[in-house]
């Protein structure tokens, strides 16, 4: 097949891979709806895919990985820089020769007998200024599909790129799956990403973790701006005015949740509405008037199924209706559809779990086990979100109020608090720790420190990291910089139950969040920062599940148990030795001094 482009750059960077992957054809996808729906029809002839119900789900595909690749692997994932020390304690560092030779060694001749794919895809608006392009080969269908859905692909991309060489490389080989030679390598100084022997989301989608935050971080703090895990919401008072939030929540702690919740009823009432701009990640600039600017760089959603129904998150269960795949969650049997832990009470009596066993669903569920992965995934395109904002395709972004950090924290953190300043505001984003999800291979629920929601996603020294993120302070007029806030939905009762009702009602907080940024709202100033008072949570609505005695309880801040958290900050801010920013320690001596 011809290529698409003259590009000399790309023409024999790809020249080079297929020399050592060896496929039998090379085949450019150009974007166009015939070329999808050929690979679906493909996919669906060997099993790879699964058709479902076409009247309940147009245009839906299913698919089960492998049972021992169902989410990302972080001891596995690897950043390649020439110095270790610019990896930085808290990546997994290897050197790039080293690293290439590994790579090159499994994948060589790995593509034998079948396709190699060449997805041009762009992240962000095609043409924007705050957009990139990245080309990634892959010999899965399942993962030109994926990359259909959730970047811009096709030639179109490559008319933009013309000949320049600011792309990002992407090699992707899924070679026999073997748990024991996956490896996800970045080469931040090289542009460059190198995914083997897994066929899971995050590993092998290289637009998404690999390239927007891993690569994007590093491009990010060498040009001026940022690459962040953080979800952008729209808030529309009954006036018609749209203030923009992004959150930084880790994996599987409810960005996309909040990115798409529907405004309680006393809320809907007075005309608030919700719009998302996207789920998982910002890319953020500062604009001509002085203020940040956000654009979300995907084009779909890539989101936890359990738990997602209804009542939880009616949008994103509705930009599932169509044009979407669903990874390693259960399917009914009877009617072709798809099922998850959560979805409603009535498992599928006729069902096949997520490994592919038939089960009777009631009785599986009885025995205690799951019908899906804990990280099952819905793959949907952004068009389909009914709240999808009409900001989404705005090249030069949305202009950021605030900045809101959250995690999994049974106790300790309050419900929301307020940063003093921007470089407290860093420190608060630094300090953040959560209790570890099913997103990551290993255990789950264990506290571990999170800084920024970016731990496993920082291509970089997470040192340097936190002086960009310093520095981006010190060029802004405190007037025009969003205001750093701290959330957490995830406060339980001595008996295990969560304290706070969250999904749609996490709209009570952000309101608060919005009137402070306007000077609206008084707070109580507390050893850790600005703390509401409860009378300023708006909890109409909420009788019988929360009160005014229960809420100051959730905004308590207990200075004992926040004495043993900034131990454990000093020990964790000891791994950077002097890559530490100064403005940081600063920070936590005064974060002792108040605890005192
Ligand atoms: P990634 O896609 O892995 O980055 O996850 P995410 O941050 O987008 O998380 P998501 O919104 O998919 O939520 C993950 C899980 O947290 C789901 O099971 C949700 O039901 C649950 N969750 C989300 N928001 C809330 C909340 O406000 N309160 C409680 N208790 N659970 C929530
Ligand atoms: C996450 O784990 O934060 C995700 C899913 O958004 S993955 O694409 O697998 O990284
Ligand atoms: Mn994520």
Not at 167 to 185: P, Q, S, T, Y
Not at 527 to 544: C, F, M, R, S
Request: with cysteine; glycine share 8%.
């Amino acid at each position: 097949m011809a290529s698409l482009t003259q590009n000399q750059s790309v023409l024999s960077w790809i020249d080079e891979k297929a020399e050592l992957v060896k496929p039998d054809k090379i085949v450019w996808i150009d974007g166009s709806e015939e070329q999808i729906e050929a690979l679906r029809a493909e996919a669906c002839s060997t099993g790879e895919l699964i058709k479902l119900n076409e009247e309940l789900l147009p245009d839906c595909y299913y698919h089960r990985t492998a049972v021992n690749d169902v989410a990302r692997v972080e001891d596995r994932t690897l950043i390649c820089t020439k110095k270790e020390e610019d990896a930085g304690p808290t990546n997994h560092w290897m050197d790039p020769e080293k690293a290439y030779k590994m790579l090159y060694d499994i994948a060589r001749d790995s593509y034998k007998g079948r396709t190699m794919y060449v997805i041009p895809y762009s992240m962000g608006p095609v043409g924007s200024p705050l957009a990139k392009i990245g080309i990634e080969l892959t010999d899965s269908i399942y993962v030109v599909l994926n990359m259909c859905i959730m970047t811009r692909v096709g030639k179109k991309v490559l008319d933009v790129l013309g000949d320049s060489n600011d792309w990002v490389r992407g090699l992707h080989c899924k070679c026999a799956i073997d748990a024991e030679n996956r490896w996800i390598c970045q080469f931040p100084e090289d542009n460059t990403i190198i995914s083997v022997n897994s066929g899971y989301g995050g590993n092998v989608l290289l637009g998404k973790k690999c390239f927007a935050l891993r690569i994007a971080s590093y491009q990010g703090k060498n040009e001026g701006w940022q690459a962040e895990h953080m979800l952008i919401l729209g808030i529309e008072n009954p006036q018609g005015e749209v203030k923009y939030i992004c959150a930084a929540f880790p994996s599987a702690c409810g960005k996309t949740n909040l990115a798409m919740l529907i405004p309680p009823e006393g809320y809907r009432k007075k005309g608030y509405k919700v719009w998302c701009v996207g789920d998982d990640i910002s890319w953020i600039r500062k604009g001509e008037d002085g203020r940040l600017y956000a654009i979300n760089p995907e084009n779909g959603f890539f989101g936890v199924a359990p738990g997602t129904n209804d009542h939880s998150n009616p949008n994103a269960l509705a930009s599932t209706k169509k044009g979407t795949i669903f990874t390693n969650v259960a399917r009914n049997l009877d009617d072709n559809t798809v099922w998850w832990e959560g979805l409603d009470k009535n498992p599928p009596v006729n069902a096949e779990e997520w490994t592919g066993k038939k089960v009777n669903g009631p009785e599986w569920k009885a025995e205690g086990k799951n019908l899906a992965h804990p990280n099952s995934r819905f793959t949907a395109p952004a068009v389909n979100c009914p709240c999808i904002s009409s900001e989404f395709e705005n090249p030069q972004g949305v202009p950021i109020s605030a900045f809101v950090f959250g995690g999994r924290r049974a106790k300790l953190a309050p419900l929301v608090y307020q940063s003093r300043d921007w470089n407290h505001g860093v420190f608060v984003g630094s300090i953040m720790a959560s209790e570890t999800t099913a997103a990551a291979a290993g255990a789950v629920g264990v506290v571990r420190r999170d800084p920024m929601a970016m731990l496993p996603f920082c291509g970089y020294n997470m040192g340097d990291y936190w002086k960009h993120w310093i520095d981006i302070g010190k060029t802004l007029d405190p007037d025009k910089a969003p205001k750093i806030f701290n959330v957490n939905w995830f406060r339980k009762d001595d008996e295990g139950n969560f304290l706070w009702p969250g999904f749609g009602d996490n709209l009570r907080v952000l309101e608060w969040i919005l009137k402070r940024c306007d000077g609206e709202v008084d707070a109580k100033e507390t050893a850790i920062g600005y703390v509401p008072y409860a009378k300023d949570i708006n909890i109409e609505g909420l009788e019988g599940e929360v009160s005014l005695d229960s809420l100051e309880s959730i905004l308590d801040v207990d200075k004992s148990l926040w004495e043993t958290e900034a131990d454990g900050i000093a020990e964790f801010y000891g791994k950077f030795g002097d890559k530490l920013p100064e403005e940081l320690s600063e920070e936590l001596e005064t974060l002792k001094a108040n605890l005192k």
